[in-house]
């Protein structure tokens, strides 16, 4: 709920000052679950302004953030108790630093006095900060209350100016309720960082590649989130195909001539970025989960340029032959500006490349994709065109990832991409409804949605209007297929399922169970229609 202002702006405590700097850093919206080493934590709470999430689990806490952080563009933030606290989001930590998302997670730790000694305290790890360490891209313990200012500060500098993903603050439980000096005016958020640009030398040796190329190609991932505009505008300058990593989905209206989709996968658009004399990589790792779990990379043929704000991904999987380490809009609207315009014929020959080889992607889906791809588009007319598609690991979001087209950035939030875990989607969901106007669907399995399915208790108490939509095949369907493949004896795949729709309304959700792709529509709009989540149960074929 949203906090009343009356805190005391005198002698304000630790807890107070991390309150009021998180809102001086606009963040609105903390997902945690207090406990007995976060009592003095959350007596800052009151009068911040903040509203605080109870997820009912600390990786639902934590996956909340990461589907509020991809839909907003902001900052996620947990708070998270000592010890299990930690332990419990580290899935959804880990999942966030595979795929770049910033999220901001706040953690108590014992005493002091009582770190390192080993005296069994309550929640108490040896090394609490090495849970973390392997997927996080800054920590910090703090050892007093005075450095609260500058390493929130730091974390937030490294959130917004370079390669993003979790931080994690932890902080004694003797600190939180530690005296600052001053006034909660005297705290301030630190200026966000200006992006870098790159030299017009090197802009003018890009441009010049690329004008002159009769093949170039466009490649987007999830650095590029904020650049959709600048993006289209080159890729029509050059005439250029765009192809989108699944990070990038969206970033590019999919409905555009050019715009090729996330089909990075197949045969036909792998040979058309091979064959290209030019290849522009623009915040894109060219890594095996951009290309649905085809192992080998690309063998260029032509020249490559990358673009991306962390230096050590612009020789990640491939050597490129121009490197650009610098803000991949900055970097997209000043090649636009310096490029020659292809004109009118080029393009219209470029866009009908993208046609056909779209239709050409068709022929090579892999077995089982036919009989679902009814359900694919009944998805696509039941999501509005602004909405978010926010998908689990499961069988229907491995074919929306390819052949369901979405308009505008931070459309598609999905776990299908790196880290890869299972139970991601409703919790994300949930985080990407409460941080943004759009329309939301969640898309998950019968399986994942066991991994946190008590977070539609949260749904219900947001009084979201989310259709969360399972997709039960009666198990681990694509491991079960895999192992068919395989020639392995099936074993661990084929799951006792409960009554979803029965489990929903104990909740005190709606829910409801169709058969037919036909029904997808109707029931949707019914879900948005209502004061609360609503679990469509999908009957897989």
Same mark, same amino acid.
């Given at each position: 709920?949203?906090? %009343?202002?009356?805190? +005391?702006?005198?002698n304000?405590? $630790?807890a107070?000052?991390?309150?009021?700097?998180?809102?001086?850093? +606009?963040v *609105?919206?903390?997902?945690?679950?207090?406990?007995?080493?976060?009592?003095?934590?959350?007596?800052?709470?009151p009068? /911040?302004?903040?509203?605080?999430?109870?997820?009912?689990?600390?990786?639902?806490?934590?996956?909340?953030? *990461?589907?509020?952080?991809?839909?907003?563009?902001?900052?996620?933030?947990?708070?998270?108790?000592?010890?299990?606290?930690?332990?419990?989001?580290?899935?959804?930590?880990?999942?966030?630093?595979?795929?770049?998302?910033?999220?901001?997670?706040?953690?108590?730790?014992? =005493?002091?006095?009582?770190?390192?000694?080993?005296?069994?305290?309550?929640?108490?790890l040896?090394?609490?900060?090495?849970v /973390?360490?392997?997927?996080?891209?800054?920590?910090?313990?703090?050892?007093?209350?005075?450095?609260?200012?500058?390493?929130?500060?730091?974390?937030?500098?490294?959130?917004?100016?370079?390669?993003?993903g979790?931080?994690?603050?932890?902080?004694?439980?003797d600190?939180?309720?530690?005296?600052?000096p001053?006034?909660?005016? +005297?705290?301030?958020a630190?200026?966000?960082?200006?992006?870098?640009?790159?030299?017009?030398?090197?802009?003018?040796?890009a441009?010049?590649?690329?004008?002159?190329?009769e093949?170039?190609?466009?490649?987007?991932?999830?650095?590029?989130?904020?650049?959709?505009? @600048? %993006?289209?505008?080159l890729?029509?300058?050059?005439? %250029?195909?765009?192809?989108?990593?699944?990070?990038?989905?969206?970033?590019?209206?999919? =409905?555009?001539?050019? $715009?090729?989709?996330?089909?990075?996968?197949?045969?036909?658009?792998?040979?058309?970025?091979?064959? %290209?004399?030019?290849?522009?990589?623009?915040?894109?790792?060219?890594a095996?989960?951009d290309?649905?779990?085809?192992?080998?990379?690309?063998?260029?043929r032509?020249?490559?340029?990358?673009?991306?704000?962390?230096? &050590?991904?612009?020789?990640?999987?491939?050597?490129?032959?121009?490197?650009?380490?610098? *803000?991949?809009?900055?970097?997209?609207? /000043?090649?636009t500006d310096?490029?020659?315009?292809?004109?009118?014929p080029?393009?219209?020959? @470029?866009?009908?490349?993208?046609?056909?080889l779209?239709?050409?992607?068709?022929?090579?889906?892999w077995?089982?994709s036919?009989?679902?791809?009814p359900?694919?588009?009944?998805? =696509?007319?039941?999501?509005? &065109?602004?909405?978010?598609?926010?998908?689990?690991?499961?069988?229907?979001?491995?074919?929306?990832?390819?052949?369901?087209?979405?308009?505008?950035?931070?459309?598609h939030?999905?776990?299908?991409?790196g880290y890869?875990?299972?139970?991601?989607?409703l919790?994300?969901?949930?985080?990407?409804?409460?941080?943004s106007?759009?329309?939301?669907?969640?898309?998950?399995?019968?399986?994942?949605?066991? #991994?946190?399915?008590?977070?539609?208790?949260?749904?219900?108490?947001?009084?979201?209007?989310?259709?969360?939509?399972?997709?039960?095949?009666s198990?681990?369907?694509?491991?079960? +297929? #895999?192992m068919?493949?395989?020639?392995?004896?099936?074993e661990?795949?084929?799951?006792?399922?409960?009554?979803?729709?029965?489990?929903a309304r104990?909740f005190g959700?709606?829910?409801?169970r169709?058969?037919?792709?036909?029904?997808?529509?109707?029931?949707?709009?019914?879900?948005? &229609?209502?004061?609360?989540?609503?679990?469509?149960?999908?009957?897989?074929?």
């Open positions: 709920m949203h906090t %009343a202002e009356h805190q +005391d702006p005198q304000p405590s $630790c107070q000052v991390l309150m009021h700097l998180l809102r001086q850093y +606009d *609105d919206t903390v997902f945690g679950i207090p406990g007995v080493h976060t009592i003095e934590l959350y007596r800052g709470l009068g /911040s302004g903040l509203t605080h999430i109870t997820p009912r689990h600390e990786q639902g806490a934590a996956f909340m953030a *990461d589907g509020y952080a991809r839909a907003s563009g902001n900052p996620g933030v947990c708070f998270l108790i000592t010890g299990p606290g930690v332990t419990n989001a580290a899935t959804a930590m880990a999942q966030a630093y595979s795929d770049s998302i910033p999220m901001l997670v706040i953690s108590a730790v014992n =005493r002091r006095e009582d770190l390192g000694m080993g005296r069994g305290r309550l929640h108490e040896p090394r609490q900060q090495d /973390s360490r392997g997927f996080c891209i800054w920590q910090h313990a703090l050892t007093s209350a005075q450095q609260l200012p500058e390493v929130l500060a730091r974390a937030f500098q490294l959130m917004r100016g370079g390669r993003p979790p931080v994690h603050i932890e902080i004694p439980i600190l939180f309720p530690a005296p600052m001053g006034q909660l005016t +005297d705290y301030r630190a200026p966000a960082p200006s992006l870098p640009g790159t030299e017009s030398n090197t802009i003018a040796t441009a010049d590649w690329l004008s002159s190329a093949k170039p190609v466009i490649l987007l991932g999830g650095g590029a989130q904020r650049c959709g505009k @600048a %993006a289209t505008e890729a029509e300058k050059l005439a %250029a195909p765009v192809f989108e990593s699944l990070a990038a989905k969206g970033i590019v209206d999919e =409905r555009h001539p050019l $715009c090729g989709g996330a089909n990075l996968s197949f045969a036909c658009v792998r040979e058309r970025i091979e064959s %290209a004399d030019v290849v522009l990589a623009v915040g894109t790792e060219l095996e989960t290309r649905n779990l085809v192992r080998e990379n690309y063998q260029f032509g020249k490559l340029i990358r673009v991306d704000i962390d230096p &050590a991904q612009l020789v990640c999987n491939a050597q490129p032959d121009l490197a650009i380490c610098a *803000d991949a809009g900055i970097t997209l609207a /000043s090649l310096a490029v020659t315009d292809s004109g009118e080029r393009r219209q020959s @470029a866009a009908a490349e993208v046609e056909s779209l239709h050409a992607c068709r022929t090579e889906w077995p089982g036919e009989e679902r791809l359900w694919v588009q009944a998805l =696509r007319d039941a999501l509005p &065109a602004e909405g978010i598609l926010v998908t689990d690991s499961t069988q229907l979001a491995y074919n929306t990832n390819h052949a369901l087209p979405l308009y505008q950035a931070r459309s939030i999905t776990c299908t991409t890869g875990t299972l139970g991601f989607a919790p994300a969901a949930i985080g990407a409804a409460l941080a106007p759009r329309p939301v669907i969640g898309l998950i399995g019968d399986g994942g949605i066991m #991994f946190t399915l008590g977070e539609l208790a949260a749904a219900v108490e947001q009084k979201l209007a989310l259709p969360i939509l399972v997709w039960n095949n198990g681990y369907g694509e491991i079960r +297929d #895999f068919d493949e395989a020639e392995v004896e099936q661990g795949v084929n799951l006792h399922a409960p009554d979803f729709v029965t489990l104990a959700a709606e829910g409801c169709i058969d037919r792709p036909e029904q997808l529509s109707e029931a949707v709009a019914e879900a948005f &229609a209502r004061k609360g989540p609503t679990l469509i149960e999908l009957t897989a074929p």
